[in-house]
């Protein structure tokens, strides 16, 4: 695929089975320049194309295919469903005529007079209209000469009502006063004397039902992405040349102000300009907490203000925020294909034909065994009807869809399928510490008073002359003070001295705070308390500040980039899912050992440079672990791309986010935790619908064939094993967070 490829996401209709959509990627594929993967779960066709290729050859070659194309509606244009409400209506009226029909064909007593021509007269309609998308989709098949599932089910129905036509007209099943039992197995007979009407409309019924019950699951599945699609603002009010108006929200650009009222959703992705308030990030992140803002802060499209007014200037709009990518990357994880599904979509496509082959074999056995016409006949049918594969089909993408969109809600992005793989196979998992294990922010941790010195005023001239400082030591002291003291005072004549500390005037008090050395150059030596409070603090791989004013030294201030809460017992339960972990960080031996010890890793590789940092995954890759890697900041991406499966936090950089399989949108390792659990849940589900999928044809073809299964009930197995795929797929929406004392729901 060439650098100038355009990529396309088509909805594809007409789609009725797993084979429709093997076909049309195989059709779609053997265009020059053209990589297709079509998803029958999601109705979906994901397509590359090179330059030479565009959009209307794409949409010509699936219609020439017998389906429909054409670029996703947007929100505005969506409508109900009107294929939905076709089927619906087809089950009810499948319903209302095929049961007494059923019921009929099953009591001997109830068999009146005429009741066989009463039958033909309520299945015609279930035949012929109810069935009609089963015949359709056989005959267009037909003409591309093609066979899926269709082909199958309309040449079963087609069979026993044509049978019954010529066994009532030319046969002895018409006679006036005519009865025949109902039997779960197949029995001798010479056919004239038998009708399958019970097992043509019984069949369409079953099949309707099953594929009524799966769309209607599928819309289900998909709510979770339609959710994230709704989340956002549908207008906003902005500040242009002083004057506040109300737009539609893709009006906005980037660099515009825009107002934020307690209550409301913030319209994009931006930089708080002015306010302060508490942010419920919970609808994205599936964090219950508030998170504090204020002038400075960055805040995401989709959240909910809170209690304070916020004046927000927009930094990404459209497609570029981060509500827009969650919602594109798991739609791409929606649309891709697990390897085990691609073992699936090729053995759907060589199953009909060996079906056809079965069950003319399975018609010529019975006859050379001289098991008589209808006997024979009847076993074709049955080995027709249940062969059908549809729940090999759906056993993936099912899974997928709904796995992945039970993601999104607890804030887990899976870039694609071949990610779930990946994560069975991991036993190491390397964290970055800063962002990752640690907040990556530094925070007022102690404040240490000389003896008969008071520790509030201790800080309170600490951060009035660290207020006009930027250096992320001065602006963590600043941000405890005043949120113990609500207020910092102003300084003058203020001074930075590049690498020790800074100096000014605070109320008249001439203040100086920084390193040991600084306070030397103004001959202020400090006391041993506070000389051993220093370096206590220090060998904890803590930044501490020495504090003197009006001529001597009155205390220590600690700051230190704090261990997340939730770190140590997350780190926790990854060893419980039978990974180790490993502390990889640029920082010093003595501060990686002291966040290693706080959060229980062992094994700390520190001192890492960025370009080393792939190194170390690669010497541990050589070593036979599977390795997962966490990580957040740029320096991170090349690591997450060596890794085995690169987790990004999302609230990290592009280039991590960009470089990694799993994104975590809360950026709390308990994310990660969940990401692995949800992987592995998602990857064992696809397992077992896979195996009972095949487990079912493989069992049921030879009781079909043997004459051990009536038609009308194989018709019914085989619709309701697609729905139990899909019912076990659904199950994944019952998924929880680990995290303890979470309202994730």
Avoid at 237 to 251: M, W
Avoid at 274 to 287: R, Y
Avoid at 418 to 441: A, I
Wanted: charge should be negative; include cysteine; proline fraction near 4%.
């Amino acid at each position: 695929m060439s650098s100038t490829a355009s990529t396309y996401d088509l909805e594809i209709g007409g789609m009725t089975c797993a084979s429709c959509a093997a076909r049309i990627e195989k059709r779609l594929n053997r265009l020059d320049g053209v990589t297709a993967s079509v998803n029958y779960a999601t109705e979906k066709a994901h397509v590359e194309a090179d330059q030479g290729v565009d959009l209307d050859d794409l949409i010509a070659e699936v219609v020439r295919t017998g389906y429909t194309a054409e670029l996703p509606k947007d929100d505005a244009e969506e409508t109900a469903d009107p294929a939905y409400s076709r089927l619906r209506l087809r089950l009810i009226v499948a319903v209302v005529l095929a049961l007494p029909v059923i019921v009929l064909a099953m009591a001997e007593p109830l068999q009146f007079p005429g009741w066989q021509w009463a039958s033909l007269v309520l299945a015609t309609p279930v035949v012929l209209w109810a069935a009609w998308p089963f015949h359709r989709a056989a005959w267009v098949n037909a003409r591309h000469g093609a066979a899926t599932m269709d082909t199958l089910i309309s040449v079963g129905v087609s069979a026993a009502f044509l049978w019954s036509l010529y066994a009532l007209f030319f046969g002895t099943a018409g006679m006036w006063g005519m009865t025949h039992p109902f039997r779960f197995t197949i029995e001798r007979g010479d056919g004239l004397g038998s009708i399958y009407l019970e097992v043509a409309a019984g069949v369409t019924m079953f099949l309707l039902l099953g594929r009524f019950l799966e769309q209607r699951s599928k819309r289900r599945a998909g709510a979770a992405l339609r959710a994230l699609g709704e989340l956002g603002a549908k207008d906003v009010s902005v500040l242009r040349h002083g004057v506040e108006t109300r737009l539609p929200l893709g009006r906005l650009v980037v660099g515009d102000v825009f107002v934020v009222r307690p209550g409301e959703k913030i319209a994009t992705d931006g930089v708080v300009l002015d306010g302060a308030s508490a942010i419920d990030s919970s609808m994205l992140t599936g964090e219950s907490v508030p998170v504090e803002v204020s002038a400075g802060d960055a805040v995401v499209g989709a959240t909910v203000n809170g209690a304070g007014r916020l004046l927000v200037t927009a930094t990404r709009v459209g497609a570029d925020t981060q509500l827009a990518r969650m919602a594109q990357l798991v739609e791409d994880a929606q649309s891709g294909k697990a390897q085990a599904q691609r073992l699936a979509d090729r053995l759907s496509s060589v199953f009909v034909p060996i079906v056809f082959v079965l069950a003319a074999a399975t018609l010529g056995v019975w006859l050379l065994a001289g098991g008589g016409v209808a006997a024979a006949f009847t076993a074709a049918v049955a080995v027709l009807i249940i062969a059908c594969p549809c729940a090999l089909g759906l056993a993936t993408p099912m899974a997928l869809l709904v796995g992945t969109g039970r993601g999104a809600q607890l804030g887990v992005l899976i870039k694609g399928p071949e990610v779930l793989e990946s994560t069975r196979r991991v036993d190491t998992v390397v964290l970055d510490k800063t962002g990752t294990v640690t907040t990556g922010r530094m925070t007022l941790v102690e404040v240490i008073p000389a003896p008969g010195e008071d520790r509030a005023e201790v800080l309170r001239l600490t951060a009035a002359v660290e207020e006009a400082s930027e250096h992320p030591v001065g602006q963590a002291i600043v941000r405890g003070a005043l949120e113990e003291l609500g207020a910092v005072d102003g300084v003058e004549d203020f001074r930075a001295v590049q690498g020790r500390g800074v100096t000014g005037t605070v109320g008249g008090h001439a203040v100086i705070a920084g390193r040991p050395s600084l306070l030397e150059d103004w001959a202020l030596p400090m006391p041993a308390e506070l000389a051993q409070a220093f370096d206590a603090a220090e060998d904890a791989a803590r930044t501490a500040v020495a504090v003197a004013w009006d001529g001597a030294v009155r205390g220590v201030v600690v700051v230190a980039d704090r261990v997340k809460p939730t770190s140590a017992a997350a780190i926790a339960a990854l060893r419980g899912l039978g990974l180790t972990p490993v502390l990889l960080t640029g920082d010093n031996e003595r501060a990686a050992r002291q966040v290693a010890a706080q959060v229980g890793i062992e094994r700390v590789r520190a001192g890492v440079l960025p370009e080393e940092k792939v190194a170390e995954i690669t010497a541990l890759q050589r070593e036979g672990g599977v390795v997962a890697m966490i990580g957040d900041g740029v320096n991170d991406a090349a690591a997450l791309a060596q890794s085995d499966l690169g987790i990004a936090m999302g609230t990290g950089t592009d280039a991590a986010i960009e470089a990694a399989d799993l994104t975590l949108v809360r950026g709390d390792l308990w994310g990660a935790v969940d990401a692995i659990r949800l992987s592995r849940r998602t990857l064992g589900t696809i397992k077992g619908n896979l195996f009972w999928a095949l487990a079912y044809n493989v069992a049921a073809l030879p009781l079909a064939a043997l004459g051990m299964l009536n038609p009308m009930l194989a018709g019914a197995a085989m619709a309701f094993s697609s729905v139990f795929v899909v019912l076990n797929s659904l199950r994944l929406r019952r998924f929880r967070t680990a995290a303890p004392q979470s309202s994730v729901s």
